[in-house]
């Protein structure tokens, strides 16, 4: 439908986020509703390129989805705008120069998220422009949706959010639109191409909304989906096994949408499709925690006093050898050389390196944090952050002193060391279990050997960790 000949049409504004696909999208598809034409908007923030949490590695993934965005826009009849510089004023702009009535966004929950949404109201303020903010875009449901009896504003344990969760059921999804009549007037600049950004990891995948698909498509007709929630070999956290669907960073960037993950996984049924869904529900979790306490971005959600190490003390060299994969505990090393070469990590991994950080070298959780989003495709505030205090015990975790031991992780989660020999290519030629304890191994084996020593004895370490908790 368009304008009469007498009559403009009526245009609005879908400001794309973290919502960067075409399938159940409710910020597209309600900007298509409310007018006859529709302008489909990307802006590149420069506010996150300066606070440094653009990094190279979701910088390629981000051209990757948005080159994804547009090529299914223009199949639609459409295109993608992009535009550089501050989201709100940006966005004011097009609304001039389109003569938008309304812009549809989806709601967030980062600190940057809410100032955005205060920024762009008061930019429209006086446009004659409305804006519509949509819940449960990003998340399955908005992080109000649940809340604990009592008056109180929010689950801060995991399990007690998790049964009202699942008790409500979530939006069906919505089809992809078949048209997108987008003014032509209406500049844009030109797309980046991932082979634009340098910095890159070597194995970083490929993002777009049609990648996402085909990936979740091959990981359940592998019967990854039916084995999800077993122990051992084929489940979630079977590190050599590799298991894990991997969607993360598309759940990031919204080339997915969570809510039809878990209505498509209903489907499957049984208790390990439910175990993947309950990994959907931790995400919205960490979601609810991150809109009522903002600051546990970068302060304790429970504070214990720690007196944690930093590199300005005498800590330096223990964490770049935690950074680079050199802290002698095979387990630790792989997870953080995969990290390295992938921009990603399997989440067996990222806890076991977490909790080595934290509890056995005990180290700021925020030095961890940001070396995380430093490298992480999937790198998001709430899920990163969060999940880094859980390891470090200043989180939601209700045992906050749990130490995750290496070795005995190893044994449970990577019992033939396949995992540690694909990323510690130094260990390759060390058989069996033998490989998670080289310094056991004969001298004349060790000698041959370009690995590191143990950084820190573990036992004696853990139990500082817990005599500085409980002292």
Same mark, same amino acid.
């Given at each position: 439908?368009?304008?009469?000949?007498?009559? *403009?049409?009526?245009?609005?504004?879908?400001?794309?986020?973290?919502?960067?696909?075409?399938?159940?999208?409710?910020?597209?598809?309600?900007?298509?509703?409310?007018?006859?034409?529709?302008? *489909?908007?990307?802006?590149?923030? =420069?506010?996150?390129?300066?606070?440094?949490?653009?990094? *190279?590695?979701?910088?390629?993934?981000?051209?990757?989805?948005?080159?994804?965005?547009?090529? $299914?826009?223009?199949?639609?009849?459409?295109?993608?705008?992009?535009?550089?510089?501050?989201?709100?004023?940006?966005?004011?702009?097009?609304?001039?120069?389109?003569? &938008?009535?309304?812009?549809?966004? !989806?709601?967030?929950?980062?600190?940057?998220? %809410?100032?955005?949404?205060?920024?762009?109201?008061?930019?429209?303020?006086?446009?004659?422009?409305?804006?519509?903010?949509?819940?449960?875009?990003?998340?399955?449901?908005?992080?109000?949706?649940?809340?604990?009896?009592?008056?109180?504003?929010?689950?801060?344990?995991?399990?007690?959010?998790?049964?009202?969760?699942?008790?409500?059921?979530?939006?069906?999804?919505?089809?992809?639109?078949?048209?997108?009549?987008?003014? =032509? !007037?209406?500049?844009?600049?030109?797309?980046?191409?991932? =082979?634009?950004?340098?910095?890159?990891?070597?194995?970083?995948?490929?993002?777009? @909304?049609?990648?996402?698909? @085909?990936?979740?498509?091959?990981?359940?007709?592998?019967?990854?989906?039916?084995?999800?929630?077993?122990? $051992?070999?084929?489940?979630?956290?079977?590190?050599?096994?590799?298991?894990?669907?991997?969607?993360?960073?598309?759940?990031?960037?919204?080339?997915?949408?969570?809510?039809?993950?878990?209505?498509?996984?209903?489907?499957?049924?049984?208790?390990? &499709?439910?175990?993947?869904?309950?990994?959907?529900?931790?995400?919205?979790?960490?979601?609810?925690?991150?809109?009522?306490?903002?600051?546990?971005?970068?302060?304790?959600?429970?504070?214990?006093?720690?007196?944690?190490?930093? @590199?300005?003390?005498?800590?330096?060299?223990?964490? !770049?050898?935690?950074?680079?994969?050199?802290?002698?505990?095979?387990?630790?090393?792989?997870?953080?050389? %995969?990290?390295?070469?992938? +921009?990603?990590?399997?989440?067996?991994?990222?806890?076991?390196?977490?909790?080595?950080?934290?509890?056995?070298?005990?180290?700021?959780?925020?030095?961890?944090?940001?070396?995380?989003?430093?490298?992480?495709?999937?790198?998001?505030?709430?899920?990163?952050?969060?999940?880094?205090?859980?390891?470090?015990?200043?989180?939601?975790?209700?045992?906050?002193?749990?130490?995750?031991?290496?070795?005995?992780?190893?044994?449970?989660?990577?019992?033939?060391?396949?995992?540690?020999?694909?990323?510690?290519?130094?260990?390759?030629?060390?058989? +069996?279990?033998?490989?998670?304890?080289?310094?056991?191994?004969?001298?004349?084996?060790?000698?041959?050997?370009?690995? *590191?020593?143990?950084?820190?004895?573990?036992?004696?370490?853990?139990?500082?960790?817990?005599? !500085?908790?409980?002292?």
């Amino acid at each position: 439908m368009t304008g009469s000949r007498h009559t *403009p049409p009526r245009v609005s504004v879908a400001l794309f986020t973290a919502d960067l696909r075409l399938r159940d999208n409710p910020v597209l598809r309600a900007a298509l509703a409310s007018a006859d034409q529709v302008v *489909p908007l990307f802006v590149r923030d =420069e506010r996150i390129d300066r606070s440094g949490f653009a990094a *190279p590695n979701r910088r390629a993934f981000l051209a990757d989805c948005l080159a994804a965005l547009d090529e $299914g826009l223009r199949q639609r009849g459409g295109r993608l705008v992009l535009r550089h510089g501050d989201v709100a004023e940006e966005t004011a702009r097009v609304v001039h120069e389109s003569g &938008a009535h309304q812009v549809h966004v !989806a709601a967030d929950v980062s600190g940057y998220a %809410q100032r955005r949404e205060e920024r762009l109201r008061t930019a429209l303020e006086g446009t004659g422009c409305a804006l519509h903010v949509h819940d449960a875009v990003v998340t399955v449901l908005a992080p109000g949706d649940v809340t604990p009896s009592g008056g109180r504003d929010h689950f801060a344990v995991f399990t007690p959010y998790y049964r009202r969760w699942r008790d409500r059921h979530g939006r069906t999804p919505l089809a992809a639109p078949r048209s997108v009549p987008v003014p =032509e !007037a209406v500049r844009s600049a030109r797309l980046p191409r991932r =082979e634009e950004v340098s910095g890159t990891a070597p194995g970083l995948p490929r993002g777009g @909304e049609p990648t996402g698909r @085909e990936r979740w498509a091959a990981w359940c007709r592998s019967g990854a989906l039916t084995r999800y929630g077993q122990q $051992g070999a084929g489940g979630q956290d079977d590190l050599a096994g590799d298991a894990t669907s991997r969607l993360s960073p598309h759940l990031h960037f919204g080339t997915l949408s969570a809510a039809a993950l878990v209505h498509e996984a209903a489907k499957a049924g049984g208790a390990d &499709a439910e175990a993947f869904v309950r990994q959907l529900a931790w995400r919205d979790f960490h979601h609810q925690v991150l809109a009522a306490r903002p600051s546990a971005a970068h302060t304790d959600y429970r504070p214990h006093g720690d007196a944690w190490r930093t @590199e300005d003390g005498d800590a330096a060299g223990d964490i !770049a050898a935690w950074r680079e994969g050199r802290t002698g505990y095979p387990i630790v090393d792989a997870g953080m050389r %995969q990290l390295l070469h992938e +921009g990603w990590m399997h989440n067996r991994a990222r806890l076991l390196a977490a909790s080595f950080l934290t509890k056995t070298l005990y180290v700021d959780w925020r030095v961890g944090a940001a070396h995380f989003l430093a490298h992480l495709v999937d790198g998001d505030v709430a899920n990163n952050q969060l999940n880094w205090q859980w390891a470090a015990g200043t989180g939601t975790d209700t045992r906050p002193n749990r130490v995750l031991n290496p070795l005995t992780q190893a044994a449970k989660y990577d019992p033939d060391g396949t995992y540690v020999r694909r990323w510690v290519p130094q260990l390759a030629g060390v058989a +069996g279990s033998a490989v998670h304890r080289p310094w056991r191994l004969p001298d004349e084996e060790r000698a041959g050997l370009d690995y *590191p020593h143990p950084i820190v004895d573990l036992a004696a370490s853990q139990d500082r960790f817990r005599s !500085a908790r409980t002292g």
